[in-house]
């Protein structure tokens, strides 16, 4: 392939907080304000999270999902936003975002009940303040930018009262900033100055185009186009993509409008279990990226400078334990929609001729069910 | 004639149009380096070149309308859209544009143009990625709507719609790829708006087209066990619609059953029902009953999915039910 591209890199002006090996390093516009207790904590978030997904991989392996989208090597972006939204603030994920629905409280097992087809997503968004997985790509940030007008017209911006103002966290990924619905909302966002915080995992890969496909410039600087901020901060780092993102979400709340967050990620497994990434992609990349686990750093940092010892990390790794444990063994016993399930929730209020149809299937299935017996 | 997969037969027709006309290109997602999600496109990157071979940015309604601007001006664009329901980003070009631009512009230019797509469920997609959207295109003036069952099919009309001035909406199908069949090794140029009773019979017609054209053929084979002669009609492309091939078939069955993939309302069925209704009523022994797709968002969930989408099935049941309505005997026929 004789076509050239342009290849798009960390810059230097990536904004990181925790390195690789596990230094902490301050940032001028980006301080942390954690303790070692809280580090400790994204510690354990990102272990669990990253249990899930090795879980849900063995589980759709055995036959017990249709499919499941990895979130490995996100972790740190993901849990780095999630616990930086405040509980009233709310979030529209992708189908990937298994982190940040931790932060938001559900129930790894609503989840997985997803992507086994026994639910249609179980959670109540309203509840978690956390929308339900949007397949279609890019779709997602228009409505968190309606969201976002709605928090306007509710007055709930620039009041100064932390338990009123609210930010609305739109995820989305290098693929979909493409997107027309992407490039709208955008446009929207800064029309309207509205409190919503675009967040793109850069994990360079849409299945399998790179980013070069998609951008001649990072995908932060997209934003000055639109009129309003954007910045690049390494998206393995939990430290960094939680305080910028605080940040963003900060701003947002103040009524200083939206910011484009590109958290530079990596997806280290297949965009599904459906996907094989030996088809266009080289190995060697993926050595590189485990060198920056967002995981291994954070691990580094709190046993070299933080005083945790091994009883801290075994006490971890017993919690998960437990928790694959559960995932596993709940998993299995979800149960099965029933054929006569198949017409609920198309309308709020089945019309006439849907019944119909309903009782005529109903019918159908124990006719069948008879000659079967 | 060798024997081929459907997906074969595609990638072997895009492969000699490429060769037989410079200004045939092909356009779309991941259809290069990674050689198509469905691998129609395998190895014509390296055949071709990415300057005939184009991976596009996530961006359909991007990709769509370049592709009309390029038809403008004498190219062939191949466009590939990973599925029909992604076609729904691009609508808008496909419809006010490709499908209107030789018409409001005073016949000065043409928008030869194919856009190939995959429709169809059964793959545990969910909701948003396994519809049948082919008549949403089928009700525009302006498009063209084929929509092949057989391998050999496809190496015709997808040859036809290359070298056809007018957009052309190649309907493909997810449960098509691998089934195989008879393909002749010579050029094959089919005709767009052609109809074809692929099976000859008696006592009912079945009409049908892409993957329900299998399906019919399967049930019709079964049926003669029992004594019914079914006659099966592909009716190969939308729009046009060859509605006399289907009136002349029900001329001589009197009962008529469309099985379609898409919603029951507003469907092919309907159009179907319509036209022989129009063409052939005082033939009818019975009112032309359809066998369509539950009308609910296809289900993730594998046992509801199975429920929901058409089968064999149900169109025994509703052709045993029709039969029944008009006393069919098996002496009927004189067999």
């Known amino acids: ?373 | 004639m060798t024997v081929m997969t459907y997906r074969q037969a595609l990638h072997d027709t895009l492969r000699a149009e490429l060769q037989r006309d410079e200004s045939v290109i092909l356009l779309g997602e991941e259809i290069g380096v990674f050689e198509g999600s469905y691998k129609i496109t395998a190895g014509l990157l390296t055949e071709f070149g990415p300057a005939r071979v184009r991976d596009t940015p996530i961006a359909e309604e991007g990709f769509v309308g370049a592709a009309i601007g390029a038809a403008m001006l004498g190219m062939r664009p191949v466009v590939e859209i990973m599925t029909i329901n992604f076609s729904l980003l691009a609508i808008d070009q496909l419809v006010n544009h490709a499908a209107k631009m030789h018409a409001m512009f005073g016949g000065q230019v043409s928008v030869p143009l194919v856009i190939r797509t995959p429709g169809g469920g059964g793959q545990q997609l969910a909701a948003t990625h396994s519809q049948n959207l082919e008549v949403w295109y089928a009700h525009v003036p302006g498009m063209k709507v084929v929509a092949p069952a057989t391998p050999a099919d496809a190496k015709a009309l997808l040859t036809a719609a290359i070298r056809d001035d007018d957009p052309v909406l190649f309907l493909e199908n997810l449960a098509l790829y691998n089934t195989k069949g008879e393909v002749p090794d010579t050029e094959q140029l089919g005709r767009i708006g052609s109809a074809a009773v692929v099976r000859p019979g008696r006592d009912l017609t079945v009409v049908s087209y892409s993957r329900g054209v299998v399906i019919a053929l399967e049930v019709a084979n079964q049926l003669e066990r029992d004594g019914v002669s079914i006659e099966v009609v592909d009716l190969r492309s939308l729009r046009p619609l060859d509605r006399e091939t289907v009136c002349a078939s029900v001329r001589k069955s009197s009962r008529a059953v469309v099985l379609e993939d898409d919603w029951l309302s507003f469907g092919v069925g309907a159009e179907i029902a319509a036209t022989v209704q129009e063409g052939a009523f005082d033939y009818l022994d019975a009112p032309v009953r359809r066998v369509a797709a539950a009308e609910i968002p296809l289900p993730y969930a594998k046992p509801l999915e199975r429920a929901a989408l058409p089968s064999a099935a149900d169109l025994i049941r509703v052709i045993g039910e029709l039969l029944d309505a008009t006393r069919f005997t098996h002496a009927e026929g004189g067999s």
Not at chain 1, 24 to 49: F, N, Q
Not at chain 1, 53 to 59: F, G, M, P, Q, S
Not at chain 1, 140 to 164: K, S
Not at chain 1, 171 to 190: I, L, M, R, T
């Open chain 1, 1 to 373: 392939m004789s076509e050239h591209v342009v290849a798009v890199q960390p810059e230097p002006d990536m904004i990181q907080l925790l390195t690789p090996e596990g230094q902490r390093v301050d940032h001028p516009d980006y301080p942390l304000g954690l303790s070692d207790e809280d580090i400790a904590g994204l510690y354990r978030d990102l272990v669990l999270v990253r249990r899930i997904d090795t879980e849900a991989i063995a589980l759709q392996r055995q036959g017990e999902l249709g499919l499941w989208a990895s979130l490995l090597g996100q972790e740190a972006a993901q849990i780095g936003a999630g616990r930086a939204l405040r509980p009233h603030d709310m979030a529209f994920p992708t189908y990937r975002e298994h982190g940040v629905a931790w932060c938001r409280g559900v129930d790894p097992l609503t989840l997985l009940g997803l992507f086994r087809g026994t639910n249609l997503g179980g959670w109540s968004p309203s509840e978690h303040n956390f929308n339900l997985y949007t397949i279609v790509i890019g779709a997602q940030t228009l409505h968190a930018t309606g969201y976002a007008m709605g928090v306007v017209r509710d007055g709930a911006v620039g009041t100064g009262d932390p338990d009123r103002d609210t930010a609305v966290l739109a995820f989305f990924g290098d693929g979909a900033s493409s997107q027309g619905d992407v490039n709208e909302a955008f446009v929207w966002a800064a029309a309207g100055n509205l409190p919503i915080v675009f967040l793109c995992q850069n994990n360079q890969w849409a299945i399998s185009e790179p980013v070069e496909r998609q951008s001649r410039v990072p995908l932060y600087q997209r934003s000055a186009g639109f009129g309003f901020p954007g910045m690049r901060v390494d998206g393995n780092d939990v430290l960094a993509s939680y305080a910028v993102t605080r940040r963003a979400l900060d701003d947002a709340r103040n009524a200083q409008g939206p910011t484009l967050i590109e958290a530079f990620t990596y997806r280290m497994n297949p965009h599904t279990t459906n996907d094989d990434p030996r088809r266009y992609r080289l190995g060697s990349e993926l050595e590189t990226w485990k060198l920056r686990d967002p995981i291994e750093r954070v691990r580094a940092y709190l046993s070299r400078e933080a005083g945790y010892g091994s009883d801290y990390f075994a006490a971890i790794e017993d919690e998960s334990k437990k928790l694959a444990e559960h995932v596993r063994a709940g998993c299995r016993a979800l149960p099965d929609p029933t054929p006569q399930s198949l017409f609920d929730s198309v309308y709020v209020t089945m019309p006439a001729e849907l019944r119909a149809q309903r009782d005529e299937f109903v019918e159908f299935v124990g006719s069948l069910e008879e000659a079967s017996a």
